[in-house]
Every structure is written in structure tokens, then in C-alpha cells.
């Protein structure tokens, strides 16, 4: 698909409810469904978040939430493997993180 200028030079003669649900349906297609990871990637996924925190060695997280990737970097706190959380604190704060909604780790 092209992105010239696509619906922006038709804008100024549309009524502004058009435009509104133009826009909620751009932001739409932006969406990307839940990743679903094969055993290695998650056994390699898991050997990583041990290391940051055995270690506490800074990791990258990039995890799936609300439709759309977050990608957040901080060491690995905690694994509550109960609630399949994991506590990252970053420089900010701290964040919880579903185990199931990570898509990629990096060290």
C-alpha cells in the first residue's frame, strides 16, 4: 500500500465524524495479534531472564501488550512463576511483565 498522502488531501472536504473513524481505523490496522513462541525460542527466553537475575545483568525485553510491542530495559528482580510475572526494575521505576506476552529477549 502506498503512503503518499493518501486520505490527507480528501480531509478538508470530509465531515470531521469521517475523519474520526478514519483515524480509529488507521490506528486499528496498527495492531498486531499475540505472539505464539515454539519451545526453543521460550527455553531460550528463559535461560536469559535466569541469567539477568542470578547475575543482574541488564536484559531487553520486548513483550506484547494491548495489541502493539513494548520493549523495556532493566534487570530481572523477581520471577513469580505462580502469577507468570516477572519483576523488571528499570532506571524509572519497576514493571511487571506476563512470561506468556514476551516476544524477545536480549542481554
Do not use: C
Amino acid at each position: 500500500m502506498i503512503n503518499d498522502r493518501g486520505a490527507k488531501k480528501w480531509t478538508s472536504i470530509m465531515l470531521p465524524e469521517h475523519v474520526k473513524l478514519l483515524s480509529a481505523w488507521t490506528e486499528e490496522q496498527k495492531l498486531v495479534e499475540k505472539p505464539v513462541l515454539d519451545e526453543q525460542e521460550l527455553e531460550r527466553i528463559r535461560i536469559l531472564v535466569m541469567d539477568s537475575l542470578n547475575y543482574t545483568l541488564p536484559i531487553r525485553v520486548v513483550y506484547w501488550k494491548d495489541g502493539l510491542f513494548t520493549k523495556r530495559t532493566g534487570i530481572v528482580a523477581k520471577v513469580d512463576e505462580l502469577n507468570k510475572l516477572i519483576k523488571l526494575d528499570l532506571l524509572s521505576g519497576e514493571t511487571f511483565i506476563p512470561i506468556d506476552s514476551i516476544k524477545s529477549v536480549r542481554i
